[in-house]
């Protein structure tokens, strides 16, 4: 099908999607042809995983391709058919980590090993502002009626905020479920970059289990570098989130594991179909979906690949670094106006 032919069929739905404004340089029009692994990719998981955040979308942007990807398509020709790829960033430019849904075990009340607090959001934080830092929040004995639970190790109170999401297991065996809620305003400062920046590891050697055991052979310096992050999430309990699905993304909807993806919304929107390809030890080829993003995710070609829950999945994005393209599926109209610089 032509791009005349496929702007036509997107004028009869009406598409059209408020997108951030991106600078043209850093977008570039190409076919699905040129797309390597497209041909072979599972679309109709991805065509799933794009149905889940359709409802939450602008109706007045999405409502023509989300009505009629509720009608079971075949999925290959729905992309192909209402969708211009855009390649953002360059060819090779990409830069793709990974992130996943955290479990530790915890307690309701403080009590020893039990002495990292999970904060629900203060009433007096107010979103957008800076706020008390980390080291602030740690040494104030106020902040702790605002604790959902207790976390037994500082690490692991670091990456569940770093994730965003997280199951946290109770003694009893209740497992609450946790959803990112508001941060407190200050700059995200990556502890495994420090320990980079410092010498201690090189890149390819840190990781989340890397990291603890460092930080209890050296509690004091562990836990300066750990509060040297002003960073700070506050979470919220997912009361009646089922168990199999995935955390809530930035749309406030379950991610699904392999298929979500978090970006940086000034430059990719969210919703929006998105191919990823690597380079890496194992080469990726996928559609997925931007249903997230991160505060470290910033950038016209940065992605955040959801790997799932558990350790299985940790282990999985904790080794996610790779080099790659990022195209990104737009309604064609819209497509062809910011490709003209509109």
Known sequence: MTRAQRAAAGAVFGIMLALPAVPSPFLEEISFDSLDGWESADHGAALETFRKTCSDLDPDVWAGVCAYATTDPPPRPFFELFFQPVRVGGPGQALYTGYYEPEYRAAREREEPYEYPVHKTPEDLERGEAWLTRAEIAESEEL???????????????????????????????????????????????????????????????????????????????????????????????????????????????????????????????????????????????????????????????????????????????????????????????????????
């Open 144 to 342: 702790d009626d605002y604790a959902i639970a207790w976390l037994r190790d500082p690490v692991d109170h670091y990456f569940l905020q770093m994730q965003g999401s997280g199951r946290l297991r109770l003694e009893d065996g209740e497992v609450l479920r946790l959803g990112y809620d508001a941060r407190n305003g200050h700059p995200f400062r990556p502890v495994p970059a420090e320990i980079v920046r410092r010498g201690i590891y090189e890149r390819h050697e840190v990781s989340e289990a890397v990291i603890r055991n460092w930080v209890r052979r050296n509690p004091e310096m562990g836990m300066e570098i750990l509060l040297d992050d002003p960073s700070y999430i506050f979470f919220r309990v997912l009361e009646d989130e089922p168990s199999e699905n995935g955390p809530r993304g930035a749309l406030n909807r379950s991610l699904t594991a392999d298929y979500s993806l978090a970006i940086d919304p000034g430059f990719v929107p969210l919703g929006a179909p998105v191919w990823v390809a690597t380079e890496g030890p194992a080469p990726l080829r996928r559609l997925m979906v931007a249903q997230d993003t991160g505060g470290a995710i910033k950038g016209p070609a940065r992605g955040d690949i959801f790997f799932g829950t558990g350790a299985e999945a940790g282990m999985r994005a904790s080794h996610m670094r790779d080099r790659g393209d990022m195209v990104m599926l737009l309604p064609i109209d819209r497509a062809h106006v910011m490709l003209d610089g509109g």
